[in-house]
């Protein structure tokens, strides 16, 4: 079959370049994985009244954050099958009706039962959004525009996170935390006009006759989602790890307050926002390889100033702990969309990110028992196993880089209609044979080669 490409000469800037429809999908899926983010840090922040209120340990409110994280693939999946099936716009716009609903129920919670019942099936729309919102905002940008809209996705946690911190020191004190658990649903009512201003993609075409089961055991997508789940694994083991017992080290070893506690951990997000927003740019000018090694390999020698061994450098290290130990992350989003083929992409993404997801989520349970184990302080075990994980990802990375590095080819003609497909990405691994990529090559935005 031959493709012929008109290739135009853009001198557009990269903002003006997408549509306003485009654009608005773009938006709707940012502004989801916001409030993701805004209602996950939530509960973390409002534990201890939680746990006054009704009479149970701060430690028991806090690890049943583990429940979301479990479930949350649960809902990856789901969305995804119906992201392939029917478009992406539904399940995106479920998930986010799904999470702020059960979110909002806490507020009327009487037990700590009903809360822990509610924050599971929270963790259902939280996984489902990631994974539908991610597939609509990456397909919906031109190739040019797609990796530093990447970036900019990722964006949106950091900043949620600081949004629900800088609320919660307006809105909670000693007795009050409920209201942090409506004001979340909010902006999602606000963000409805976003839903009207663009449409919904078109299903995939199904390449082979093939179960849903089965487009996924098929050998090139079962590869790529294994290689896809290692470097998602070790991601989640480095941010778990700098992130899960921060607040606890910085209380206990340095004896901040928990006021001054919370300074750190908004350095920490801040740095984290500027340095997935620089991974964008700088994956489009170098490539996502290099933008995803260069900054884990520069976080290993920050390390001792984020864990303290570098006296009155805590603040430096939890913003550059940010830039440089998460802010490679801005580049998941592409990465993740260019290992699949758009037929099982939704499905896939969903599994890859939270497989990696719940394997990171054990470090919270783990760090802790290896100090006690050890004898020795938080702090250095945060440093060990952090560490380990950096190196690893980056090894692993650079070692799988023929096989998961999308390669971009040149922008082509836009055709009058839109829809969340211009230009064409292709990695350079088979995910299935050339025989079932038959079907419209030159209107599919990640496209998987033999």
């Known amino acids: ?38 209602d996950f840090m939530v509960y973390v922040l409002v ?11 701060v430690a028991t409110v806090l690890g049943s954050i583990t429940l979301p994280l479990i479930v949350r693939l649960g809902g990856g999946s789901i969305a995804g099958w119906l992201a392939d099936r029917w478009g992406r716009k539904f399940p995106l716009l479920l998930s986010l009706v799904w999470f702020v609903a059960f979110d909002a129920a806490i507020y009327f919670s009487h037990s700590f039962a009903a809360i822990l019942v509610f924050r599971t099936l929270f963790g259902l729309g939280m996984g489902a959004q990631w994974t539908a919102g991610t597939a ?43 209201p942090m658990f409506i004001i979340g649903a909010i ?37 790529m989602i294994v290689l896809g ?9 480095v941010y778990y790890g700098l992130q899960s017992t921060y607040s606890v080290m910085l209380q ?68 550059f702990g940010g830039v440089f130990g998460v802010g490679y992350s801005g580049v998941t989003p592409v990465l993740t969309t260019s290992l699949f083929p758009e037929h099982v992409r939704a499905r896939a993404i969903g599994i890859v990110y939270h497989v990696g997801a719940l ?3 054990f470090v919270p349970l783990v760090i802790p028992q290896i100090a006690s184990a050890t004898g020795l302080p ?10 380990v994980a950096l190196v690893a990802m980056a090894g692993a990375v650079f070692l799988l880089r023929h096989r998961i590095a999308p390669i971009e080819k040149p922008a082509i003609a836009s055709s009058t209609e839109w829809s969340p497909s211009a230009p064409v990405t292709e990695a350079p691994v088979a995910a299935v044979e050339l025989a079932t990529l038959e079907v419209a090559r030159s209107s599919r935005p990640f496209e998987r080669v033999g």
């Open 136 to 178: 609509l905002a990456m397909e919906s940008l031109p190739a040019r525009t797609r990796k530093i809209g990447s970036g900019l996705l990722q964006a949106g946690w950091p900043i949620g996170v600081m949004l629900a911190a800088a609320v919660a020191y307006f809105v909670v004190d000693v007795h009050t935390w409920r």
């Open 47 to 57: 534990a201890k009244q939680i746990a006054a209120e009704f009479g149970v340990s």
């Open 252 to 319: 206990t070893e340095f004896h901040l307050t928990p006021q001054s506690a919370m300074v750190h951990v908004l350095l920490f997000n801040a740095g984290m926002l500027a340095g997935v927003i620089a991974a964008g740019f700088v994956a489009t000018r170098y490539g996502v390889i290099a933008a995803l090694v260069t900054p884990a390999l520069l976080m290993v020698p920050v390390l001792p100033l984020y864990v303290g061994m570098v006296p009155g450098a805590l603040a430096f290290g939890a913003f």
């Open 187 to 223: 902006p999602a009512v606000l963000t409805l006009p976003l839903w009207f201003m663009f449409p919904n993609t078109r299903p995939a075409a199904k390449l082979a006759k093939r179960s849903a089961v089965g487009e996924l055991a098929a050998p090139g997508v079962l590869r």
């Open 378 to 387: 938080l702090s250095r075990i945060v440093m060990l196993v952090v560490a």
């Open 1 to 38: 079959m031959i493709f012929s490409y008109s290739i135009v000469m853009n001198t557009k800037p990269w903002w003006r370049e997408p549509t306003r429809a485009q654009w608005a999908a773009f938006a709707a899926a940012w502004v989801g994985w916001v409030l993701d983010a805004f």
């Open 359 to 361: 394997v990171g989520g």
């Open 229 to 237: 789940s290692l470097v998602m694994a070790l991601g989640f083991i």
